[in-house]
C-alpha cells in the first residue's frame, strides 16, 4: 500500500513505531527512477509513491561523508529551492530546518538520540567504511549498540543483499515485539563491483548498476514482510550519492557531478 507522508509528525513516529534506514549505496536516482517507470523493480514499487522515487541532492559525494550528514539528521535535501524541514534533527542552535513535526533529539547522532527513547539500535554494514576491521572502519557502525559485518554482507560477494537480509530478520525475530528497534542497512550490492548481476558482463556498467538494483528489490522481500508482522514501521529509503560510467569522462564519485549528487529518496510506513 502507498502512503502520503507529507505532512507527518515525525514525533507521533518516535516512541510507536520500529525504524528502519535503508541506504541504497551508490544507487543513481536516473537509473532507481527509470527501473520503476519500467516495472523492474515491482516490490519496491508497491511501497513507493504513484510518482515513484523522490529527486534530491546528497549531502556527501561519498559514502563515510553522506552517512555523518545522515546521522547527524542531515538526510537528502528536496530538490527544489527553498527551506525544508527535516524528519528527525539533533539539538542545534540557529538550524533553520526544525519545524514543529520534526523530532528533535538530544545526542550526538540519530542512533544514539533513538536509543535514549529506548529503541534498540541495529547496523548491517555492506561497504568498507561500516566494515570494523580498522579504526576507520569503526566509526559509523559505533554509534549503535549493535553493530555487524561479515565479507558475506560487503561489496565483493553477489549475494550481499540476500545475506544482510536474512541476519536483520533474525535480529528482528529474535527481539521481544515491544522493542522498538532503529534498524540500519547499509545495502553494498550497488557498489563497484557489480558486473556480476548481468550475465556475460565481465566490467561494470550503467546496465550492471541497473542488474544490482533488481537484485536488491527481490532480496528485500523477506525483511518488508518480517517488518509487517512485528510492528508498525516507519522505513527511510535512500542512497548516499551516485556514481559516473563515462559521463563528462567521469568514472566513479567524491567528485562534483549531477549523477553523484542526484539521489532517490522515498519514505514509507509499513502496518
Known sequence: ?????????????????????????????DVAQSLWRAGRTPNLAALLPDTGWEKRHSPGSFTYAAHHAFFAGF???????????????????????????????DAASLPEGLA?????????????????????????????????????????????????VALACDRLNALPPNQRVFLFINLSALHQPNYFYLPGATTDSIETHAAALEYIDHALVPLWQTLRDRAP????????????YGEDGYTGHRLAHPHVWTVPYAEVLLQ
Open 116 to 164: 535514549n527513547w529506548g529503541y534498540r539500535t541495529i547496523c548491517i554494514g555492506g561497504v568498507g567504511f561500516f566494515n570494523q576491521r580498522n579504526p576507520l572502519g569503526k566509526v559509523l557502525p559505533g554509534l549503535f549498540q549493535e553493530h555487524y559485518w561479515r565479507p558475506d554482507l560487503g561489496v565483493t560477494d553477489p549475494n550481499s543483499s540476500t545475506h544482510q
Open 1 to 29: 500500500m502507498n502512503y502520503e507522508l507529507r505532512t507527518i509528525n515525525y514525533n507521533l513516529i518516535v516512541g510507536t513505531h520500529d525504524i528502519i534506514f535503508l541506504t541504497f549505496d551508490t544507487l543513481r536516482y
Open 75 to 105: 538526510l537528502p535535501t528536496p530538490i527544489a529551492p527553498g527551506i525544508h524541514s527535516r524528519p528527525f534533527a539533533l539539538q542545534f542552535e540557529g538550524s533553520t530546518t526544525i519545524a514543529p513535526e520534526t523530532c528533535v533529539l
Open 233 to 244: 514501521t516507519f522505513g527511510i529509503l535512500c542512497s548516499d550519492h551516485g556514481t559516473t
